[in-house]
């Protein structure tokens, strides 16, 4: 099965504010916030975006069912960076007000998978944007993201990683 998805997130992301993408970005400054957070753009940015779990089940199934043609695997529905982060301050029960860094870009304004031919194969995530974030927030707050972790986009850890490889 070829699976091309959408913006995953979930647990052991990578939540690196210089190399993360949106979610695990938003989820630290988010769990790190105590006052505002501080957001790119005006927020009106779309993304579709899809719980690591829905990935696993995805690639599960579409293995189980022999389905060999290329899908996009997502919700299929756009979330705005408004959304998102006003989902995340709600779940993390913080008081926080959104300040908009409108000098830096917003991206692109939607990028939406079509699912169509995915859901017709009888496919569908199940793991609410709320639910998802949650899990996703406290998993950050309980446990230590980085010790131990490789980022594969730092240099230093290439260089790490190059030095276990030749002992």
Not at 31 to 60: F, K, L, N, Q
Not at 86 to 104: A, Q
Not at 144 to 155: Q, S, T
Request: charged share 25%.
């Amino acid at each position: 099965s070829i699976m091309k998805p959408v913006n995953i997130y979930g647990k052991y992301d990578n939540f690196n504010l210089q190399t993360s993408t949106l979610v695990p970005s938003l989820v630290r400054k988010v769990a790190e916030a105590t006052d505002s957070v501080e957001v790119w753009g005006d927020g009106s940015a779309g993304r579709d975006i899809i719980h690591a779990r829905d990935v696993a089940r995805a690639a599960i199934f579409l293995t189980e069912n022999k389905i060999t043609e290329p899908l996009n695997i997502g919700n299929g529905k756009c979330v705005t960076v408004k959304e998102l982060i006003e989902t995340l301050i709600k779940v993390s029960g913080k008081d926080l007000t959104i300040e908009h860094d409108l000098t830096k870009p917003k991206g692109d304004s939607f990028r939406v998978a079509d699912i169509t031919k995915l859901k017709g194969h009888g496919f569908e995530s199940s793991v609410s944007l709320e639910d998802g974030l949650r899990e996703t927030l406290n998993w950050f707050i309980t446990n230590n993201p980085y010790e131990g972790r490789h980022d594969p986009f730092l240099k230093a850890d290439y260089t790490n990683l190059i030095g276990e490889l030749t002992k």
